[in-house]
């Protein structure tokens, strides 16, 4: 049974680590970008098509702010499933551990009585 559970978490454990580690290369790209874009802005400030410039920045601004709030709020759902599996993992790894010192226990005490 617990041979079981621990498959199956440890199925999950990897399913969420790269569902983060996916996350975490979006936002490296966001910020790449952002830089991208900050030195186009940058640029655009001391052109005379402001205008233009403008409206470009504008919806690449837009974009990433979407991005980045739906990939923040991803992040935040699987952190929270893995602090949740990793709560279980370690229930599942104490218990064990007492249960193998309450077996040893009583198997130390049935050699003494045996004796």
Known sequence: MMKTELKEISYELDDKVNSVSLSVRTLNDIQILLGQLKVSMEE????????????????????????????????????????ELKDKLFEMVN?????????????????????
């Open 95 to 115: 218990s064990s551990e007492e249960n193998k010192k309450a077996s040893t226990e009583c198997e130390s005490k049935s050699e003494i009585k045996e004796r």
């Open 44 to 83: 655009a400030d001391h052109s005379n098509d402001r205008q233009f410039y403008f409206e470009s920045h504008f919806r690449k601004v837009r974009v990433l702010s979407e991005l980045t709030f739906y990939t923040m709020g991803k992040l935040g759902k699987d952190l929270a499933y893995l602090e």
